[in-house]
């Protein structure tokens, strides 16, 4: 028994020996991979393609974004509506799908192909002042953003107010920048940060 006691503790202290030997030679390597880690995460996950797609969609003239729902799930797409759009416009968002960094496939079969072309200015006006283009604009915006940590802050507007808030801390500085580039888009007519978190 005493054998085996003296075994395992030589073996757990050679273990611990090893990690630690590890853990300081690689410690300033792992630290930058994180970072490399974070971002690559952030630029595929599924909830950013979801918004980078919304974003670029509503963005893109000719075709009814707002009316276009996007769901991902493991980088493969899926576009839905509730109107009927042309078949180009459906040729269309399939392609700016398909240009996200992150997307592996896209899937149109909830678009309701088929329908016509809206008045191209109306489009743009309603497109481009609605609380829900609002809000998918500036959380993409945010969540494109360096250092800040977009994914964590939400968005909701109401009547052209945008209202941030988020369950995290950030820091004065990315609150400051949270608020320049949501008061930078068109439509937005103020900010509120109260729900932002500052350190």
């Given at each position: 028994?005493?054998?085996?006691?003296?075994?395992?503790?030589?073996?757990?202290?050679?273990?611990?020996?090893?990690?630690?030997?590890?853990?300081?030679?690689?410690?300033?390597?792992?630290?930058?991979?994180?970072?490399?880690?974070?971002?690559?995460?952030?630029?595929?996950?599924?909830?950013?393609?979801?918004?980078?797609?919304?974003?670029?969609?509503?963005?893109?003239?000719?075709?009814?974004?707002?009316?276009?729902?996007v769901e991902t799930n493991k980088g493969v797409v899926s576009l839905?509506?509730?109107?009927?759009?042309?078949?180009?416009?459906?040729?269309?968002?399939?392609?700016?799908?398909?240009?996200?960094?992150?997307?592996?496939?896209?899937?149109?079969?909830?678009?309701?192909?088929?329908?016509?072309?809206?008045?191209?200015?109306?489009?743009?006006?309603?497109?481009?002042?609605?609380?829900?283009?609002i809000t998918t604009k500036v959380k993409a915006d945010l969540v494109?953003?360096?250092?800040?940590?977009?994914?964590?802050?939400?968005?909701?507007?109401?009547?052209?107010?945008?209202?941030?808030?988020?369950?995290?801390?950030?820091?004065?500085?990315?609150?400051?920048?949270?608020?320049?580039?949501?008061?930078?888009?068109?439509?937005?007519?103020?900010?509120?940060?109260?729900?932002?978190?500052?350190?």
């Open positions: 028994m005493k054998k085996f006691a003296l075994a395992t503790a030589t073996a757990l202290t050679l273990a611990m020996g090893a990690n630690v030997a590890f853990a300081q030679t690689s410690q300033a390597p792992m630290t930058l991979a994180a970072g490399e880690v974070t971002k690559a995460k952030e630029s595929t996950s599924d909830t950013w393609i979801t918004t980078k797609v919304k974003a670029d969609l509503l963005t893109e003239k000719g075709i009814p974004g707002s009316d276009i729902k839905s509506s509730t109107v009927a759009i042309s078949d180009a416009q459906k040729e269309t968002a399939v392609a700016i799908t398909k240009k996200i960094k992150g997307v592996k496939a896209v899937s149109a079969d909830g678009l309701l192909a088929g329908g016509a072309v809206k008045a191209d200015n109306i489009d743009k006006a309603k497109e481009g002042t609605s609380d829900t283009w494109t953003e360096k250092g800040i940590p977009g994914t964590d802050i939400k968005v909701e507007t109401n009547n052209g107010v945008v209202s941030l808030s988020s369950t995290v801390a950030i820091t004065e500085a990315q609150k400051t920048t949270a608020v320049n580039i949501a008061k930078k888009i068109k439509g937005v007519k103020s900010v509120s940060a109260a729900g932002l978190h500052a350190e």
